[in-house]
């Protein structure tokens, strides 16, 4: 078996077995091929806008003997891809602006179809563009690696429910508010908020929103009931 990072493996996890999985910007095939070996998915489609990853991806499928199971497409996006090849799309390690462009331009994915976001960067962009547009997050957990943070989202089409401005950006509290990690993403986002400084009057009242959640955290102490 392969080993996967914390980041990658937290976001493998979220597949449900049986899977007909499209990974999308897969770059070195890394989720594919341990999807395969430990029997999670059915099949996989790996896909790349460009050339250099592919070969990469075509060179460990290849070592680790796992190409009966994983097909390698060059596209952008999830163009000339449709509900027949996948029911899980994973999109891991892109930025957030890439994943609304991607799904803006697949509207089918809002049905019956299982999307599993890693956002590297514009999560709140992300969350709100997800609201907006027929999907919501019935999942979301965070994975630390490499002394850094990211969230992982199960998304689905459907109506999502209102988010405030902190939770925009940290994630739904129902949601992540009890993981072990979220203390410290908390005290993250709000010292970048803090170095934001000076601030307008929708920046005091995230900061006045992150300064809430941290005493109701201190206040539940551990009995992750926020
Ligand atoms: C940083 S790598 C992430 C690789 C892997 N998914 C991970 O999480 O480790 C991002 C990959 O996405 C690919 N990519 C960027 N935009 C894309 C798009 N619109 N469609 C398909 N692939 C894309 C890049 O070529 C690159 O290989």
Redesign the pocket.
């Known amino acids: 078996m392969i080993h996967l990072s914390s980041?990658?493996a937290a976001?493998a996890e979220q597949v449900p077995a049986g899977a007909r999985v499209a990974?999308?910007?897969?770059?070195?095939a890394?989720?594919p091929v341990w999807l395969v070996q430990s029997g999670r998915a059915a099949g996989v489609l790996a896909?790349?806008?460009?050339p250099g990853?592919l070969q990469s991806a075509a060179a460990l499928v290849e070592r680790t003997g796992t190409g009966e199971y994983i097909r390698l497409i060059q596209?952008?996006?999830l163009t000339g891809i449709g509900p027949e090849d996948a029911d899980t799309i994973v999109l891991?390690?892109?930025g957030g602006e890439?994943m609304i462009?991607?799904l803006a331009a697949a509207p089918w994915t809002k049905r019956d179809t299982l999307l599993i976001l890693?956002p590297?960067s514009k999560r709140a962009a992300l969350r709100r563009w997800l609201a907006e547009n027929g999907y919501f997050i019935e999942a979301e957990r965070l994975a630390e690696d490499a002394g850094r943070i990211y969230p992982i989202m199960r998304v689905r089409g459907g109506v999502s429910p209102a988010y405030t401005a902190a939770e925009l950006r940290l994630g739904r509290l129902d949601q992540v508010g009890a993981d072990p990690l979220f203390v410290r993403y908390l005290d993250i986002a709000r010292a970048s908020a803090v170095k934001a400084a000076p601030y307008d009057a929708e920046a005091a009242a995230l900061l006045r929103e992150y300064d809430d959640i941290k005493r109701r955290l201190d206040h539940a102490d551990g009995r992750g009931d926020i």
Do not use: F, N
């Not at 896909?47 to 460009?50: F, K, L, Q, V, W």
């Open positions: 980041r990658l976001v990974d999308v910007g897969t770059d070195h890394m989720v896909t790349d806008i460009r990853p596209t952008g996006g891991a390690g892109m890439t462009a991607i890693q590297q």
